[in-house]
C-alpha cells in the first residue's frame, strides 16, 4: 500500500510564546527550560484516503539557537497527545518521547524525531472512526524528571503525519 504525509498546522500556543525564526524564514515557538511549551494544531476531518485499518505515524522537528552545555548526557522529553470526536464520543491518547541529546549538537540545528519510535504507531489502525475530527497538542516538559536539558530549544509550528492510503485514492 502507498504512505503519504499530511502536515498539520499549528492553531495556537500552550501557554504565552515566545516565537523566534531559524534562518530568514522557519518560524518556530521558544520552548524554555523552565515551562511546559509547544503548540495545539489545527482541528482536521480523517483524511478521506487514510487507511483507517492500518497504523498512523507521527514525527517533528526541533532545534536551539545556542550550543549544548558540556556536561554528562542530556534529555528532552516531549509530549504528543491526540483526540478525535464523533458525534458525542471524545477520545484522548497520546505518546511519550524521551529525546537523548548528542554530545555534538550544534547549532542550529533541526532534528527529525518519530514520536513514538518506530515501529510504535501513535495511532494505532483500527482507532479512528469513519467520518471523525482529530486534533494534536505537542509540547516539551520541561518539569518532568527525564527532562535534563539546561537550556531553551525551538519547535517549529507544524507536525506531520504518515499513513497509508486506501487504494481507491492511489491506484488507477
Same mark, same amino acid.
Given at each position: 500500500?502507498?504512505?503519504?504525509?499530511?502536515?498539520?498546522? /499549528?492553531? &495556537?500556543?500552550?501557554?504565552?510564546?515566545?516565537?523566534?525564526?531559524?534562518?530568514?524564514?522557519?518560524?518556530?515557538?521558544?520552548?524554555?527550560?523552565?515551562?511546559? &511549551?509547544?503548540?495545539?494544531?489545527?482541528?482536521?476531518?480523517?483524511?478521506? *484516503?487514510?487507511?483507517?485499518?492500518?497504523?498512523?505515524?507521527?514525527? /517533528?522537528?526541533?532545534?536551539?539557537?545556542?550550543?549544548?552545555?558540556?556536561?554528562?548526557?542530556?534529555?528532552?522529553?516531549?509530549?504528543?497527545?491526540?483526540?478525535?470526536?464523533?458525534?458525542? *464520543?471524545?477520545?484522548?491518547?497520546?505518546?511519550?518521547?524521551?529525546?537523548?541529546?548528542?554530545?555534538?549538537?550544534?547549532?542550529?540545528?533541526?532534528?527529525?524525531?518519530?514520536?513514538? *519510535?518506530?515501529?510504535?504507531?501513535?495511532?494505532?489502525?483500527?482507532?479512528?472512526?469513519? &467520518?471523525?475530527?482529530?486534533?494534536?497538542?505537542?509540547?516539551? *516538559?520541561?518539569?518532568?524528571?527525564?527532562?535534563?536539558?539546561?537550556?531553551?530549544?525551538?519547535?517549529?509550528?507544524?507536525?506531520?503525519?504518515?499513513?497509508?492510503?486506501?487504494?481507491?485514492?492511489?491506484?488507477?
Amino acid at each position: 500500500m502507498p504512505s503519504t504525509s499530511l502536515i498539520i498546522p /499549528f492553531a &495556537q500556543p500552550r501557554s504565552t510564546p515566545s516565537y523566534v525564526t531559524l534562518g530568514n524564514n522557519l518560524q518556530c515557538i521558544m520552548c524554555p527550560e523552565t515551562t511546559a &511549551q509547544g503548540f495545539y494544531s489545527m482541528p482536521l476531518p480523517v483524511p478521506r *484516503d487514510l487507511d483507517r485499518s492500518r497504523d498512523v505515524f507521527a514525527s /517533528f522537528a526541533f532545534g536551539k539557537r545556542t550550543g549544548t552545555p558540556l556536561a554528562p548526557v542530556y534529555a528532552l522529553r516531549w509530549y504528543l497527545n491526540y483526540t478525535y470526536g464523533i458525534g458525542s *464520543d471524545i477520545i484522548n491518547a497520546g505518546a511519550l518521547i524521551t529525546w537523548t541529546v548528542p554530545s555534538n549538537w550544534s547549532p542550529p540545528i533541526l532534528e527529525y524525531v518519530g514520536i513514538p *519510535d518506530a515501529p510504535t504507531p501513535l495511532i494505532p489502525g483500527g482507532t479512528l472512526p469513519d &467520518q471523525a475530527w482529530f486534533g494534536f497538542a505537542l509540547f516539551r *516538559d520541561p518539569a518532568h524528571a527525564s527532562d535534563t536539558y539546561p537550556t531553551s530549544v525551538v519547535l517549529p509550528l507544524s507536525l506531520v503525519l504518515r499513513y497509508n492510503q486506501l487504494c481507491n485514492f492511489c491506484c488507477p
